[in-house]
């Protein structure tokens, strides 16, 4: 079954250091994985997208994330966080022919200044 | 130019009510999705439209749940005789024809059964 797992509810970090969340996903296909960013009572936005060409993928507000399917891993990164990172992070994936998107449970990031 | 749009923003009802959710898509966007996201949960997947047509309806809760899409364009999501447990954000996203993980969200609806 198709599935994605983030592996950590609740991530908390000091202003200025680096984010890491961390997503994992089933792999039956060719996957699209993407993450978005829910801000307190505002609209899921796109961060990022990864479609089979560069596994290095840059994303708005300076966040990154590298695909890796050997792990099968598409963790999130920032080298630096900033108060406004405070957040819910969902990764997704989504398989080559399919329409079906799913959702990983996501991870709220607190920042800490 | 504008986002997908969803009405209303906010809806409390009472328990036994229907009540039809709409969404706007963004203009000349082929797929449409409905979600559900209860309080402190991710997102649950109800139904995708293509077009006029919802290849998958597998992720509606109940029979009491239903969708339409015309033109394709503008989707309602209508629930029948309401239950409390069907209070959650109704949240409604499009994407473009061939990328089906990129999609816009709406605002939400904030349905509230009492």
């Known amino acids: 079954a198709q599935s994605v797992t983030q592996l950590d509810s609740h991530v908390s970090v000091s202003e200025g250091t680096p984010v890491l969340l961390r997503c994992n996903y089933s792999s039956s296909y060719s996957p699209s994985l993407f993450w978005y960013v829910q801000h307190p009572n505002k609209g899921l936005q796109l961060l990022l997208k990864?479609?089979?060409?560069?596994?290095l993928v840059k994303g708005i507000n300076g966040f990154e994330a590298e695909f890796k399917k050997s792990e099968t891993s598409f963790h999130l990164t920032k080298p630096s966080a900033h108060m406004s990172d405070a957040a819910e992070y969902f990764c997704?994936?989504?398989?080559?022919?399919?329409?079906?998107?799913?959702f990983g449970a996501g991870t709220r990031l607190f920042v800490k200044a | 130019g504008a986002g997908v749009s969803q009405s209303p923003s906010n809806k409390v009802t009472e328990k036994g009510k229907d009540v039809e959710l709409r969404c706007d898509p963004i203009s000349g966007h082929t797929a449409l999705y409905w979600y559900r996201q209860s309080l402190g949960q991710g997102l649950e997947f109800l139904i995708y439209?293509?077009?006029?047509?919802?290849?998958?309806k597998s992720g509606l809760p109940s029979d009491r749940f239903s969708a339409e899409r015309t033109g394709g364009s503008v989707s309602t999501l209508t629930i029948q005789r309401t239950q409390q447990e069907d209070s959650a954000v109704y949240l409604c996203?499009?994407?473009?024809?061939?990328?089906?993980?990129?999609?816009?969200f709406g605002p939400g609806t904030r349905l509230t059964v009492t």
């Open positions: 990864y479609t089979s060409a560069a596994t």
């Open positions: 996203a499009s994407s473009p024809a061939g990328e089906v993980g990129e999609q816009y």
């Open positions: 997704v994936v989504s398989y080559t022919g399919g329409f079906k998107t799913i």
């Open positions: 439209f293509q077009g006029n047509s919802a290849p998958d």
